[in-house]
């Protein structure tokens, strides 16, 4: 075979210098065609669309053409010619075919269009071949590339804090614990407990539920970080929007207040959106077509309006009134209760239909860490919720008073000797600060349109699930 310098698909549907000879490589999605002639698909992963290559069967025997089924890996020599097809303005008149890898159309798992994505995940090792998987894991690439671009343009530092940790962040005990001791052998003190002495790192080790304690120290140092990384919580929560493993990314400012960290939010969430609409969308229409044709008006809609804005105690009232009206939750309403996904969803899908960023959280549903406020019974929380996702960024103003901060962890059991370092940052310089953790997987579940969390990460991680 002729050795031709091979063009990316994306860029070879692009060309219009007709006659040239080009190579391509890629995958076949499928072959069709007559006694005369042979239409083969093919893809590489570089865009949705696919490159026709027209075998002229007086050149080529069946022979030849016989691997060449679905799932075959090919290169291609042939000649740049404009399509007479609908819906394509390139195509590949063949006059080379090497067949790098066939794929037994028996055994080939991906045979047919329509699988479900029940199905799909099972052979998530092969699932990135088809179209959906394709567009998602393209528009993911674009989303971490807009996280990093947002935050770059504004002056951030990337600020990479551990994976392995002793410090459980969330406080909510839903850590991994992560050890080399023999289980079979666990040493033990005179009291049963546990010797960690011998353990890798001497002690307790987990990894780590959020990047927040650490950023921290990075936001009172340089101003103003974000952390992007994978986060670990052995939840028991088997539902579309949750995973053991996922990303998250962790901004972190000194010397703002809540209402300028709300702003930063709906700033950040607005770009990534506007992004995928830019550089996405040919993925993004491909995905509404298949799965969700309000999609895109969706996030248009997100773009184009402020995040309205209420706080806890508001958002309990409009509740209760909901309920009167005959509303009907499976879970309770009043003051004090942590809002389920239903509540969170009739607020943002029936009540406002808008985003919306609730404040003021009862102190007994956050963590440690939020700014107390003046009422003694609420601190200054910020959740966002979303259209169809319920909550897609947690976050707060920090509590930056020592002596509060050390009185409420004391309540909350969280022993000074494990944070004494935390504390430190309240000792000296202290000062106003904010942030907020966003859920990768739940913007992309907002992006794309797709249902379950499990579809928007390549290899997901659940209860009872670490295959691949
Ligand atoms: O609300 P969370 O627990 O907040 C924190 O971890 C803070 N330390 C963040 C901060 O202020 N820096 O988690 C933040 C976000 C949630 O809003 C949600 O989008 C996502 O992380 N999240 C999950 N995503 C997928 N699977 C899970 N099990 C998730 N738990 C939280
Ligand atoms: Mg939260």
Not at 338 to 347: A, M, T, V
Request: charged share 25%; hydrophobic share 40%; proline share 4%.
């Amino acid at each position: 075979m002729k050795n031709i310098e091979r063009v990316i698909i994306s860029k070879a549907l692009k060309r219009v210098d007709f006659g040239k000879e080009i190579n391509i490589k890629g995958w076949v999605r499928t072959r069709r065609g007559n006694k005369n002639v042979s239409f083969i698909a093919i893809n590489d992963g570089s865009t949705i669309n696919n490159i026709q290559v027209v075998v002229d069967l007086t050149k080529f025997s069946e022979e030849e053409l016989k691997p060449v089924t679905t799932g075959a890996s090919v290169s291609v020599n042939g000649l740049l010619t404009q399509s007479m097809g609908q819906g394509q303005s390139v195509e590949i008149q063949a006059t080379e075919i090497e067949i790098y890898g066939t794929a037994d159309p028996e055994k080939y798992p991906l045979q047919k269009k329509g699988h479900t994505l029940e199905y799909l995940r099972e052979i998530a090792h092969l699932r990135p071949r088809t179209n959906t998987f394709g567009a998602v894991f393209r528009i993911r690439h674009n989303m971490a590339m807009a996280v990093h671009s947002f935050f770059h343009e504004r002056g951030f530092f990337y600020f990479h804090t551990p994976i392995i940790t002793s410090s459980d962040c969330e406080g909510a005990g839903q850590m991994f614990q992560v050890t080399t001791m023999n289980l079979y052998d666990l040493k033990k003190d005179e009291f049963g407990s546990i010797d960690y002495s011998g353990d890798f790192f001497g002690s307790p080790a987990a990894l780590t539920v959020s990047g927040q304690l650490e950023g921290e120290l990075g936001a009172m140092a340089l101003g103003a970080i974000y952390t992007f990384g994978p986060t670990f919580r052995a939840e028991n929560s088997n539902t579309p929007r949750h995973l053991a493993e996922f990303w998250m990314i962790e901004p972190e400012v000194a010397f703002i207040e809540i209402a300028e960290n709300m702003q930063l939010a709906q700033d950040f969430v607005q770009y990534c959106v506007n992004w995928a609409l830019k550089n996405c969308i040919e993925d993004v229409e491909f995905l509404a077509k298949m799965y969700d044709n309000e999609l895109i008006d969706r996030l248009k809609f997100v773009i184009e309006n402020d995040f309205v804005r209420l706080t806890y105690t508001e958002g309990i009232e409009i509740l209760l009134k909901a309920i009167e009206n005959g509303v009907k939750f499976e879970f309770p309403v009043e003051w004090g209760v942590d809002l389920q996904s239903e509540h969170e969803r009739y607020l943002v899908e029936q009540h406002f239909k808008k985003p919306v960023i609730l404040t003021d959280y009862p102190k007994e549903i956050k963590s440690f860490y939020m700014k107390q406020n003046a009422d003694g019974k609420t601190v200054r929380a910020m959740d966002v919720l979303f259209p169809k996702i319920g909550e897609i960024i947690g976050g707060s103003q920090r509590e930056e008073d020592l002596e509060k901060l050390t009185h409420r962890a004391k309540e909350m059991n969280i022993p000074e000797k494990d944070i004494w370092w935390y504390l430190d940052t309240r000792r000296f310089g202290t000062a106003p600060h904010s942030g907020f953790g966003l859920g990768f997987e739940r913007l992309m579940l907002f992006v794309t349109g797709m249902q379950n969390i499990r579809d928007v990460i390549p290899f997901p991680r659940t209860p009872k699930n670490a295959t691949f």
